[in-house]
């Protein structure tokens, strides 16, 4: 089975970075036609797709987000991490780590997610 943990500050000011970690159990992200990737939910926008990184560490991004945004990994550790660059209060959102399957573009795993709240 797998699991996905996000974890990272909850409170984080305006301009500055948002740093979110997912420890990933019950599967290699190295392995697989899968991507391991990042969603948001915010109030005023509902879920919102972020990026992804591939099992072969290549990555996507949301083309709104792609400036601001940065997926990384960590191999030994099984962890991806999220960095969103200069954020505001309209980045306040529950953020999630989530697998997406390579067949079906669908994401089949997900992390419970965490709150994070961008405000001075």
């Known amino acids: 089975q797998v699991q996905l943990q996000e974890s990272g500050p909850g409170l984080v000011k305006p301009s500055q970075s948002l740093s979110l970690t997912c420890t990933v159990s019950g599967g290699s992200i190295t392995t697989g036609f899968y991507a391991w990737g990042w969603i948001r939910r915010t109030p005023g926008k509902g879920l919102e797709w972020m990026g992804v990184i591939g099992s072969d560490g290549s990555t996507y991004y949301s083309p709104s987000l792609k400036s601001r945004t940065s997926i990384s990994r960590d191999t030994s550790k099984n962890q991806i991490s999220l960095q969103l660059s200069s954020v505001t209060p309209e980045d306040t959102a529950v953020y999630y780590c989530?697998?997406?399957?390579?067949?079906?573009?669908?994401?089949?795993?997900w992390g419970q997610g965490t709150q994070v709240t961008v405000s001075s």
């Open positions: 989530a697998r997406e399957a390579g067949s079906t573009g669908s994401n089949d795993y």
